[in-house]
């Protein structure tokens, strides 16, 4: 096994890829601090820097989606937000302009995130595989494993207090579990990670492409949102 290989294995195993689909969702409240990372939270430094080098280590990454994918995409929104959504994966709109959710379900969801007092600038938004799927299929369980690295390095660069996930392969890569979203929302989980001092408090809801063909749906995707509006307002 060549170096790099080496690496981006150790870099997969440590971010907790043996965890991945369990029968429930993942609750580590007894992990064990790791050895020389505890200053990865101290270090208050620029956040954008650390972004810019996930970003740089995306592109450097080679992954079979880039064949068929027009641009990266990474994130959109506010770096010191503290709320991150999380999508699925880019879709047309978003792979020809390299920033998530500017479509038709971008739409939806400034709209959802209007409805609860936040702009889309308030939030940090980011998907869980950054190159587009070929003709918009849902990302398949390597492909989030690929690219869950990337997305956990970028929670705790942004320390978000609270993590809205959008729809089920958000739910699946961070809550570690194959159930389905009626069954995980309309309550409180926590992400945590062995890179962070405290879990997150993470909420699953409807993607709003889900939304769109299923609008019967949108009372539950509204009482979750009120669930994330109540803690804001409580710890502001
Ligand atoms: N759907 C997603 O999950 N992400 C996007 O960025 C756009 C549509």
Redesign the pocket.
């Known amino acids: 096994m060549n170096q790099s290989n080496k690496k981006n294995l150790e870099f997969i195993i440590n971010s907790g890829v043996n965890y991945f689909l369990q029968d429930s969702p993942r609750n580590w409240f007894e992990n064990e601090k790791k050895l020389g990372q505890s200053d990865f939270n101290k270090n208050t430094g620029d956040k954008k820097t650390h972004i810019d080098e996930v970003i740089k280590d995306l592109k450097n990454h080679k992954s079979s989606l880039q064949k068929t994918a027009t641009k990266l995409?990474v994130y959109d929104g506010n770096l010191n937000a503290k709320v991150m959504l999380i999508?699925?994966?880019?879709?047309s709109?978003?792979d020809q302009q390299g920033i998530?959710?500017?479509?038709r379900?971008?739409q939806l969801l400034n709209k959802m995130l209007l409805a609860i007092n936040l702009q889309r600038e308030d939030v940090y938004?980011t998907?869980v595989v950054n190159w587009r799927p070929p003709d918009n299929r849902t990302p398949n369980d390597n492909e989030i494993l690929e690219f869950l690295p990337f997305l956990q390095r970028q929670i705790e660069i942004i320390k978000p207090k609270f993590i809205f996930l959008?729809?089920g392969?958000?739910a699946k890569a961070i809550l570690s579990t194959p159930l389905a979203l009626g069954k995980l929302r309309g309550k409180w989980h926590e992400y945590k990670s062995l890179n962070l001092e405290q879990g997150i408090p993470t909420i699953a809801s409807y993607?709003?492409?889900f939304l769109l063909r299923s609008p019967q749906y949108k009372k539950h995707s509204w009482e979750d949102l009120q669930m994330l509006q109540e803690k804001l307002i409580n710890e502001s």
Do not use: K, R, S
Not at 87 to 91: H, M, S, T, V
Not at 100 to 103: C, E, K, Y
């Open positions: 995409v999508g699925e994966a880019p879709g709109d978003e998530p959710f500017v479509g379900a971008g938004i998907n959008l729809g392969v958000a993607h709003p492409a």
